[in-house]
């Protein structure tokens, strides 16, 4: 299993599952390997060169997909900066490191990691041996470690303070990892699978549990709100589970357990978000909002306080939605979908469409977009 195919774009389909084979490897297989670029400052062909430097045009969104390019993008204006190719797959997820520097980008059987204010498109970084997909990519929160899970069924830490960056720790999930997220407390990672489970790994006391299983169902996008009080998790049937953890004045938030957090007292709401496939639920940075996004051509905004619907996002010809972003006062979010267009809309009540990314943009569906706020997105 790896993304699922959107129906309307055949192509895609074609892609998708070419890149699902395991040639040969054995799943969960410790054979991570680093290779650093051996010329950074390579010339580049004329098509996978930027015009300028992200860091001098304060590119801060990146989008990738099906046609095996990352694009960056100034947010506030809409304009193509530079194209980066990703040959061997699709690209699944991408991000953006703490610091801005670097952004990861995984796909089948590669981690690359780019400098983000080099004009060159050579990764800085380049993890081979990976088995399968890899689904989710994430940074701790001062850039030291990232995390991975994928295909093979394991959640991977990687150390990123040595050059000779190697895999330091593995969680064996036991199915397909779709999605991984770090609690704010830098101490556990939530992750949702394609049996239907959402798992916590504690990094520090390597203790695991199972805090939720829909039968039948596969997990596709897990996520913890910035407070660290609420998670989310949605499932390929488009249901919605969401839990809110009371807040203690006693309790210091980076002292909180999602595992202690998990009582049998604790309510977890179930919200039937959409009728098609769920692909994807995030936190708005405020925690005021939770997005969810289908293959219904959609996505929907939620109060979190009392999980109530308040608007939808879709246009004519949008097709199914990949990922989304929000701007920092979430007052803005973009999305990424199947018609290979990125949107900015406005948010929350009566949801507008700021502006389109495709002036020379993608040619095959967006699945994946990377965003770090830096600048207005309206001016």
């Not at 549990?209 to 998670?231: F, P, R, T, Y």
């Not at 769920?278 to 005021?288: A, Q």
């Not at 929350?348 to 207005?376: I, M, Q, W």
């Amino acid at each position: 299993m790896s993304l699922p195919v959107d129906p309307s774009n055949t192509t895609s389909a074609a892609v998708t599952i070419m890149s699902s084979k395991t040639n040969g490897e054995r799943v969960g297989e410790k054979v991570e390997k680093v290779e650093t670029s051996p010329n950074p400052m390579a010339t580049a062909p004329a098509d996978e060169s930027r015009e300028s430097s992200p860091a001098e045009d304060e590119v801060i969104l990146a989008t990738a997909g099906y046609d095996h390019c990352i694009k960056f993008w100034t947010a506030h204006t809409g304009k193509c900066m530079g194209t980066l190719q990703h040959p061997d797959s699709q690209v699944n997820a991408m991000e953006i490191s703490p610091d801005g520097q670097l952004l990861a980008a995984c796909g089948y059987q590669h981690i690359r990691m780019f400098d983000v204010h080099n004009t060159k498109p050579n990764p800085v970084v380049n993890f081979e041996g990976v088995s399968k997909n890899v689904m989710a990519v994430g940074f701790q929160e001062e850039g030291r470690w990232m995390y991975t899970g994928g295909e093979d069924g394991t959640v991977k830490i990687w150390d990123l303070r040595m050059r000779n960056l190697q895999c330091q720790r593995i969680f064996q999930a036991g199915n397909i990892v779709n999605s991984v997220k770090l609690h704010p407390n830098q101490q556990e990672v939530l992750v949702g699978d394609a049996a239907g489970n959402v798992h916590v790994w504690n990094l520090s006391s390597e203790n695991h549990q199972s805090i939720l299983h829909e039968k039948d169902s596969s997990i596709q996008s897990v996520d913890i709100d910035a407070a660290g009080n609420m998670i989310a998790a949605i499932t390929n049937k488009g249901t919605c589970y969401m839990s809110a953890f009371p807040n203690s004045a006693t309790t210091a938030t980076e002292d909180w357990t999602l595992n202690q957090m998990f009582k049998p007292e604790t309510k977890t709401n179930k919200i039937n978000a959409h009728k098609k496939y769920g692909l994807k639920c995030k936190f708005s940075p405020d925690s005021k909002f939770l997005v969810t996004t289908s293959a219904d051509h959609t996505a929907k905004l939620w109060d979190t306080s009392n999980q109530e619907y308040i608007s939808e996002m879709t246009v004519e010809g949008q097709r199914w939605v990949w990922d989304v972003a929000f701007s920092a006062d979430s007052q803005y979010m973009f999305t990424a979908s199947s018609d290979g267009v990125a949107r900015l809309w406005s948010i929350p009540d009566k949801p507008e469409v700021k502006r389109t990314y495709k002036e020379n943009g993608h040619t095959k569906a967006v699945t994946c977009l990377a965003f770090r706020d830096g600048t207005s997105m309206v001016k």
